[in-house]
């Protein structure tokens, strides 16, 4: 088992440019979570998919904000326009059962916008 | 999380001693409660977690707590080791909203 596969690791972009995030999940597993981190907000639930239909969005910031899963085996996250504000760790995490089993979470990728 | 209140923001207690983290929650359909560990620069993994139908689940120095009528529920560390150092999340799920965290630091 690979775990939860984010690339990439670390990701420095100037504002305005447009940054995309991307995501495996486990095999098997029919929910996928995105994530936000920071210092001042905690985890922060971005957007979840149940066999790739998105359930829930009211985390998504901005309408520069967008995530899609075309298949049970890849999302991405897609930030257009990228804001300094915008600057965090964001987590892609699955479960084999959204909201009933544990959340598995990837290592992340740490955004700078400069 | 908006429905996910976790206390203390802070913890250091001496090696060897018992920490102890809580969390209170406001949705009444809440059925399942994870607890995360993340060490500094990784991603959160889970420890341990419960149920609704249980009170009370252990597992070696770590264990977590259930009142469901109280609506909280609580991880509890004992025989605290500078390993446990890190930060603690607790989660109400369906809603999947997670606490604010807990900074624990064991002090050798």
């Known amino acids: 088992d690979a775990g939860v596969i984010q690339s990439p690791r670390h990701e420095v972009t100037e504002m305005g440019q447009e940054v995309t995030l991307r995501c495996k999940p486990i095999s098997g597993h029919n929910s996928l979570f995105w994530y936000r981190q920071t210092m001042m907000r905690g985890l922060e639930l971005l957007i979840y998919f149940n066999n790739n239909v998105p359930i829930d969005d009211s985390g998504m910031p901005e309408d520069r904000f967008s995530a899609k899963m075309p298949n049970a085996s890849f999302s991405t996250l897609k930030i257009q326009p990228s804001e300094p504000r915008d600057s965090a760790v964001y987590f892609c995490?699955?479960?084999?059962?959204?909201?009933?089993?544990?959340?598995?979470f990837g290592n992340g990728t740490r955004l700078t916008v400069t | 999380g908006e429905n996910v209140e976790q206390h203390p923001s802070t913890l250091s207690v001496q090696e060897g001693d018992s920490a102890v983290i809580k969390c209170t929650y406001s949705d009444s359909a809440s059925n399942y409660f994870p607890w995360y560990k993340q060490e500094l620069g990784k991603r959160p993994q889970l420890i341990i977690d419960?149920?609704?139908?249980?009170g009370e689940k252990k597992d070696q120095r770590i264990a977590v707590t259930l009142n469901k009528t109280a609506k909280h529920f609580s991880l509890h560390i004992t025989e605290t080791q500078p390993e446990d150092s890190a930060v603690y999340f607790c989660a109400a799920l369906p809603k999947l909203s997670f606490g604010a965290g807990t900074t624990v630091t064991v002090r050798a």
């Open positions: 419960i149920r609704s139908n249980v």
């Open positions: 995490a699955s479960s084999l059962v959204g909201g009933q089993s544990p959340l598995h």
